[in-house]
């Protein structure tokens, strides 16, 4: 883990606070990831080589994937707004005003 992308000196912060950055910073890296891919893909001429990309993209939605769902097992907070708005029916803006109503 980079301790530059931290805000507070490592020493003061929590071992929980330590693992939440970690899983967050790699969410962070796999969607890039899946972005690069994506992009490289698009403009790609060569179908063989495309395929291969659009592989690796998915691959890293997977994993992008487990460490959400790291993130709602670890942290209460996470796992109450991934039930509000991940799955979910009708419009996405709307959904919190019905959570709190």
Known sequence: MSS????APRERLTKETIALHQAIQSVIEEL???????QRADDCDDPALKAILLHNMREEIEHASMGLEWL???SPHF??????YLFSEGEIAHLEEEATS
């Open 32 to 38: 890039e990831a899946v972005d690069w891919y994506r």
């Open 72 to 74: 709602r097992r670890a």
């Open 4 to 7: 530059e992308d931290l805000h």
């Open 79 to 84: 796992e109450k707004e991934f039930k509000t």
